[in-house]
């Protein structure tokens, strides 16, 4: 089936859809930042299935890998059960986010390994992988080869990276400069947003080596077939989950229709950092294979909070439940999509969500459906009237609605979500300000009661119309919403049109007299201030909390500790600028909105305290995460340590002591020898460079006749106390002391 002679073309199929979001990492459990382009891929999906495109929307988790590897042993579980928890994590969010995914992909899945393996040995046979030696500089963070000396940081995370020496296999990717770049210029479309694009094309025409394709020093991951002492890249294994996830690699029948029928992929939706690998490697690999390259690579910015890219090594992160439970996954798909221009870094904050939501959704569109639907309720027993022939301000209402829908569909077709919606809100105020203008609520004395009694059908068949294009439109933005909207307006499931494709034949005049609308009920309750005090006192308890329960299997935060937001309960945010809701007319029969807080749906308010909280800690996972009785010093007994950032220079074994490394290292303003009992878990090699801390004033001690001169600072892991070297992200002078 992967025969076929690679197209090197951009068609666009209109009969179905295959879209990807990246697969994550299970090394951390998902937040906010993992959320969105999952969110973003199925609001794409839900509107692609409503046209009637035949769609598939594949998502999953990245599970091999050093980084997995260690986190699992941190955690004091083997890779299979750590990587099984988190990624029962990831879709049990998906799930409850109601993100309609059509295949979850995990990469320990048997139909992965296959695939992979399948994959490796067509490229070894069409000459493109061969085997060689590599010294050089590897970040496990990324999972990235980098160039430069030992010490050198990572280029996108900046941690060290760690000299890696093995013999490996290497796929000829200097092979690809050119084809790749003719392959880009050829579908100017393949990869966006623009700086996207730029960033790949410099990095191509800065050459391309040859890329190491196999590891030799650790084993979790896919064997390489015929030499299973390497496994394959992490990066290569990943990459190809979009192919076995629709059966490369299988003999069976119903796969191979299966790949046919939706490869080439129309758009795999990435996070801006991975664009390397997807715009570069990834095509090489596929046209190495005689696969066709995917039609389309589209980047999102980051999502930040507390002015860094949110994520775990940072300990910045807010989860998606957090919202999810006070406010609802509409709200957060509004916002995501609302806020953040798509392809752009933006920000997260609970004030602006809270805002857009009492602004764009309670008071917006909340509120003008609920006057509506309360008016047909109130004058014509919830039966759309007849209509009746169109004055000046119907005309131009429905004119709007025909503009509307004519600027929308482009603009959400090209990822430009944030304008597409702030075009539908226009229609939302527009009806909003038609409703007022014509206040089909009050009488003049001057109108006749017959004559009223049609201006009033004319005003709220026209408005409800108006709405059922705005529901339609928004439906895979704000998809329970909509479904919400879509009974009261007597339409039915709003699933049922979907899947009978509803968006491919929208147009004005679609709401007929004589339908029935369902009652009334609340779509959006005003979130009041407490909305946000809850959700931070949520984020700060969880944030506390060391250990996190995943299904049966207790799953320990793998790497950084996490730095306590705050000694203090949670501060009560107040909105920056408060929404106001636009004050009800005297007379209209539409009750006050609930609120947020006090809706049935929402649970209690966390306890305020969190600060005074006891970190949970399982004792399975980590025994030492809590001392077994406190012990208290001053800040003077603190102070007497004197901890410094230093670098390691030297790292070498010392004959007959199994146990003991003796480094030297760089305290920026002295050099010293130091004898460490961590030989039994690093290799002396991947130590250079790297930077560590130690205890400078510690007495001189004499050990196997050396002196040592410090102590390092490592935490100590269940169940043999393994050491994990303490180190900082950011780039540090040797010598800073640590207060
Ligand atoms: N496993 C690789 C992807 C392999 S795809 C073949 C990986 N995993 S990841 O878990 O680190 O990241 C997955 C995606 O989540 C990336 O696209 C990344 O950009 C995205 N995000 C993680 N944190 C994010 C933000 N704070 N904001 C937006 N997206 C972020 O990379």
Redesign the pocket.
Same mark, same amino acid.
């Given at each position: 089936m992967e025969g076929r002679t690679p197209s090197m073309t951009n068609p666009s199929s209109p009969a179905r859809f295959y879209l990807t979001?990246? /697969? $994550?990492?299970v090394n951390a459990r998902p #937040?906010? +930042? #993992?959320a969105? &382009?999952t969110i973003v891929c199925d609001a794409i999906a839900r509107r692609k299935r409503a046209l009637g495109i035949e769609t598939w929307f594949l998502t999953g988790t990245?599970e091999h890998g050093q980084k997995i590897e260690r986190s699992a042993k941190l955690a004091g579980r083997t890779p299979q059960e750590f990587a099984a928890a988190i990624s029962g994590q990831f879709r049990s969010l998906w799930d409850q986010l109601g993100l309609t995914y059509d295949d979850f992909i995990r990469t320990t899945e048997e139909r992965h390994k296959r695939g992979v393996q399948h994959l490796f040995a067509t490229l070894r046979e069409r000459g493109f992988i061969y085997k060689g030696s590599y010294t050089g500089q590897y970040c496990v963070f990324d999972e990235l080869y980098v160039d430069g000396p030992p010490g050198t940081p990572c280029p996108d995370c900046g941690r060290i990276t760690e000299t890696v020496s093995e013999e490996n296999y290497f796929f000829k990717l200097s092979a690809f400069e050119r084809k790749l770049l003719k392959f880009y210029e050829a579908n100017p479309s393949f990869m966006g947003p623009e700086s996207t694009r730029r960033e790949v094309i410099s990095f191509v025409r800065g050459g391309l080596k040859d890329l190491s394709v196999s590891r030799t020093s650790f084993s979790w991951g896919i064997p390489v077939p015929g030499d299973e002492k390497h496994v394959i890249y992490v990066?290569l294994d990943?990459?190809a989950? $979009?192919i076995t996830a629709l059966g490369y690699g299988s003999g069976d029948a119903a796969d191979q229709a299966r790949f046919a029928k939706f490869w080439p992929a129309d758009m795999h939706l /990435? +996070? *801006?950092?991975?664009s390397r690998? #997807?715009c570069v490697y990834w095509p090489a690999f596929l046209i190495a294979a005689g696969i066709d390259p995917p039609r389309s690579v589209h980047a999102?910015?980051?999502?930040?909070?507390d002015q860094g *890219?949110? &994520?775990k090594s940072r300990g910045n992160i807010v989860r998606a439940e957090t919202v999810h439970t006070v406010l609802g996954s509409d709200a957060l798909r509004y916002f995501l999509l609302r806020e953040i221009p798509f392809g752009q870094d933006g920000n997260f904050s609970f004030d602006a969500l809270v805002q857009r939501y009492n602004g764009d959704l309670a008071n917006g569109y909340g509120n003008l459906v609920s006057r509506v639907v309360n008016m047909v309720h109130k004058y014509f027993g919830g039966v759309v009237p007849e209509a009746g022939a169109e004055t000046r301000m119907e005309t131009a209402l429905h004119e709007s609605a025909q503009r509307t829908l004519a600027e929308f569909v482009p603009q959400f077709d090209n990822l430009n979500f944030s304008d597409a919606l702030k075009t539908l809100w226009s229609l939302v105020a527009e009806t909003d300000g038609y409703l007022t203008a014509n206040a089909p609520w009050k009488r003049p004395e001057n109108r006749s009661e017959i004559e009223h009694a049609e201006h009033q059908a004319r005003v709220l068949a026209t408005a409800a119309e108006a709405i059922r294009i705005i529901t339609a439109l928004v439906y895979p933005v704000l998809p329970d919403a909509a479904a919400k909207v879509w009974r009261q307006l007597g339409q039915g499931e709003i699933a049922d049109a979907a899947r009978q494709s509803f968006l491919a034949h929208l147009e004005w005049g679609g709401l007929k007299p004589g339908t029935i609308f369902e009652a009334p009920a609340p779509l959006f309750p005003r979130a009041e201030k407490d909305a946000i005090e809850r959700m931070v006192a949520m984020e700060e308890q969880n944030s506390q909390s060391v250990i996190e329960a995943a299904g049966s299997v207790a799953v320990a935060e793998p790497t950084e500790p996490k730095v306590p937001r705050s000694a203090e309960p949670a501060p009560a945010q107040e909105p920056k600028k408060k929404a106001e809701r636009k004050p009800m007319e005297e007379t209209e029969p539409t009750p006050a909105p609930e609120s947020a807080s006090t809706s049935a749906s929402a649970p209690a308010a966390v306890g305020a305290s969190v600060a005074s909280q006891p970190a949970t800690a399982s004792p399975a996972a980590a025994p030492e995460a809590q001392p077994a009785s406190p012990q208290v010093i001053t800040i003077d007994d603190f102070a007497k340590v004197e901890l410094r950032v230093a670098q390691v220079l030297v790292a070498e074994r010392i004959p007959k002591a199994d146990k003991l490394l003796r480094l030297e290292v760089d305290l920026g303003y002295e050099r010293r020898q130091i004898l460490a009992g961590i030989a039994q878990y690093y290799e002396p090699e991947k130590l250079i460079g790297r930077k560590i801390v130690i205890v400078a004033n510690l007495a001189p001690r004499k050990m196997r006749g050396l002196e040592s001169n410090g102590m390092l600072l490592a935490a100590s892991l269940p169940p043999d106390g393994a050491p994990v070297l303490a180190g900082f992200l950011e780039d540090v002078p040797l010598g800073a002391r640590l207060k």
């Open positions: 979001t990246p /697969i $994550y990492y #937040h906010l +930042g #993992h969105y &382009s990245d990066w990943a990459l989950n $979009y /990435i +996070g *801006k950092e991975i690998f #997807h999102n910015g980051w999502l930040l909070f *890219k949110m &994520s």
